[in-house]
């Protein structure tokens, strides 16, 4: 099969995630079979649920048969549903290719193609669900250069509003929003920028790069910056006051310096952060690894070096 379990896992939560309050999280210890599943839907208890068999594709249709039962028993939740008769789908293999089927023969797709194949929505549906089903299309389409978008109903049917940076591929973004009208707004492109900060009364001095033409989470992450492995698959690390160590994502421009010199260097290349300084992170974390052991990471929209 072209994906590994823990891809096929990816599928199966995404596609019981679409209609179902609260979130569900999980976690697992090891990528290979058998894969043990810690799930917990937001606040409640955890569930111990296993993936294992010879062949991948009945492991995953038994798991998914699997967590479809336990959230009927905890939440009373059937899901994912036919979006005609509103009843859980079934698991089912076309092919040989685990997927979804509607007892009644409305719909059947492969797990993980959930999402397309209730697509486009209907008129009862939320905003905020049908920009997240547009989110989830973009995403899986690899569509980039997208600052933002937003669903309304207006007329009777569905307009996105999108907003694009210049390097996107408009084309493309409305082919994955049909049949849905996509309405275009040009913003500028993101790109990093050095300033300086001197002390005041309530702050240090210090100097940042920061990006510009992309909207920032507001979540700060502060500690003593830390030269990244090639492993770490992220640009630096910050060190906190407890020992806790977090991965960093840093924006476009900038470059990692040579492994005896600056960590950090700006867009023309000179020395900006080096290892063992006090830094702050602006921006947000982003979503943690279902893998126990890889930990969190946080995607960083500017970063402060105090003098």
């Known amino acids: ?28 210890k090891s990528t290979d079979l058998p894969i043990t599943v810690e799930v917990k839907a937001g606040e409640g208890p955890i569930t111990t649920l296993l993936v294992n068999g010879e062949d991948l594709g ?3 249709m038994r798991f998914a048969g699997d967590l479809q039962a336990w959230l009927v028993a905890a939440l009373g939740a059937e899901v994912p549903p036919c979006p005609t008769h509103r009843g859980a789908l079934s698991t089912s293999r076309t092919d040989g290719v685990p997927g979804w089927r509607c007892p009644e023969g409305d719909l059947n797709c492969v797990i993980g193609d959930y999402r397309d194949a209730i697509w486009p929505p209907g008129l009862e549906e939320r905003p905020g669900d049908v920009a997240a089903m547009l989110g989830s299309r973009f ?18 049917g569905w307009i996105a509003e999108i907003a694009v940076r210049p390097d996107a591929d408009e084309a493309a973004i409305r082919a994955a929003a049909a049949p849905i009208a996509a309405k275009f707004t040009q913003v500028g492109p993101v790109r990093t920028e050095r300033y300086e900060s001197p002390a005041n009364g309530s702050e240090r001095a210090f100097r940042a790069l920061t990006l510009r033409g992309q909207m920032m989470h507001l979540a700060a992450l502060q500690g003593t910056l830390r030269r990244a492995s090639i492993g770490d698959n992220c640009d630096f690390l910050v060190e906190g006051s407890a020992g806790r160590i977090v991965r960093v994502c840093l924006g476009p421009d900038h470059r990692n310096g040579p492994a005896s010199g600056a960590v950090i260097l700006d867009a023309v290349g000179q020395p900006f952060a080096r ?18 052991g890889e930990g969190v990471a946080f995607s ?8």
């Open 139 to 156: 995403r899986r389409r690899g569509l980039r250069e997208l600052s933002g978008w937003s669903a309304e109903l207006r007329d009777g």
């Open 300 to 307: 960083a929209g500017e970063l402060r070096v105090f003098e």
């Open 58 to 60: 009945d492991a995953v």
């Open 275 to 292: 290892a063992g300084e006090s830094v702050l992170c602006v921006g947000g974390f982003l979503p943690e690894s279902h893998i126990e």
């Open 1 to 28: 099969m072209a994906r590994d379990p823990v891809d096929w896992l990816e599928a199966v939560f995404d596609d019981l995630g679409v209609r179902l309050k609260p979130a569900l999280l999980w976690k697992i």
